[in-house]
């Protein structure tokens, strides 16, 4: 009964979804297999071709020609992994990005398109059934990748910038005694970016895991008025607001969050990154050593109801760039 029930699930939801039609579906020139590798292209941006053909159970001969048609369209970039020049590093280019950006632009349409027709007060019904397949399917999969899912790293959803004010706020006062000035910080630069960033040199990331948020990141640019690198290009961006939850340490979050921001500061021809943060946060200090920054400044302070000391960190991302001290609050 129960094979008989999942098979019928299946063909009722691929029916749903249009996944035998998907471009069509989306009114997009992808098929649905193309599109998942776009997504996790877009939202694991440290990716090489074996992590994608075991993350998406591809043949490699089928991922090997899908990989040289995006390339042919201008929508990835390959390269040798800088960890095992044996493997191919493949990247999004802008093309690749604005395409990924469109396929869930009209994913997420035809999800709130579907959501129209259920009856508001059932929806909460459906959510909870969704998690449930979730859970009972995903149960094999998450022990035989050590307990839980792979972190994905993407852009936050609608509601997800108050999220990363109130994690913040709920994690740093029950870890390091932090008060409501601290909390208000964070508010401040969550705020600024809502209301005015550039997104050619600016991103926030969420990291999902199982599909819950579990940490996050921002990098922003912090140049001075009118300065401007030996190419015209930005000199400076700053790295903020890195946050992974208790119970998602240990699963390699924090250091795909740090790798997110320097590969997007180096693709976006910035010449270095900063960062602020306090000699407590010990566990983010040594994420930031592994990621090649360097300490140069400290400086004692007392806010948010605690004695702290203030450390600047910095990674020079091209020679030459220009050594300054900041002191900003992360």
């Known amino acids: 009964m129960a094979v008989q029930e999942m098979r019928a699930f299946n063909r009722f939801y691929t029916n749903l979804i ?17 599109s998942r590798v ?26 090997s020609r899908l990989l040289t048609k995006f390339e042919r369209d201008g929508l990835v970039g390959r390269a040798p992994s800088e960890e095992d020049a044996r493997r191919q590093r493949i990247t999004l280019t802008s093309q690749g990005r604005e395409a990924a950006t469109l396929l869930d632009e009209r994913s997420r349409e035809a999800v709130v398109s579907l959501l129209d027709r259920v ?32 972190p994905v790293l993407r852009e936050p959803a609608p509601g997800e910038l108050g999220w990363i004010v109130q994690r913040h706020a709920a994690v740093y006062a029950a870890e390091y005694g932090f008060n409501t000035e601290f909390e208000g910080l964070v508010a401040r630069i969550v705020a600024d970016y809502a209301q005015d960033h550039d997104p050619r040199l600016e991103r926030v990331w969420i990291a999902e895991m199982d599909g819950t ?9 912090d140049d001075e008025p009118g300065v401007r690198g030996d190419d015209g290009g ?7 607001l890195l946050l992974v939850e208790p119970e998602a340490r240990g699963h390699g979050v924090g250091e795909r969050l740090v790798g997110a921001v320097v590969d ?43 004695d702290l000391i203030g ?20």
């Open 18 to 34: 249009g996944a035998l039609d998907y471009g069509k579906h989306l009114y997009t020139p992808y098929t649905l297999t193309e």
């Open 38 to 63: 776009l997504y996790e292209l877009a939202h694991a941006p440290r990716t090489d071709a074996a992590d994608l053909r075991a993350e998406l159970s591809l043949d490699a001969g089928y991922l």
């Open 119 to 150: 009856e508001p007060q059932r929806r909460p019904e459906l959510a909870d059934a969704l998690r449930t397949v979730r859970s009972i399917l995903g149960t094999d999969g998450a022990v035989a990748r050590g307990g839980r899912g792979t």
């Open 213 to 221: 948020p579990v940490g996050s990141i921002m990098c922003v640019r």
């Open 234 to 240: 930005p000199v400076t961006a700053r790295l903020r």
């Open 264 to 306: 997007f500061a180096r693709e976006a021809g910035y010449e270095e990154v900063t960062l602020w943060t306090n000699d407590t946060l010990s566990a983010a200090r040594v994420l930031y050593q592994r990621a090649g920054f360097t300490l140069v400044a400290e400086q004692p302070h007392h806010s948010y109801g605690a």
């Open 311 to 330: 450390q600047d960190w910095r990674l020079l991302l091209k020679e030459g760039a220009a050594a300054r001290q900041k002191g900003t609050p992360q």
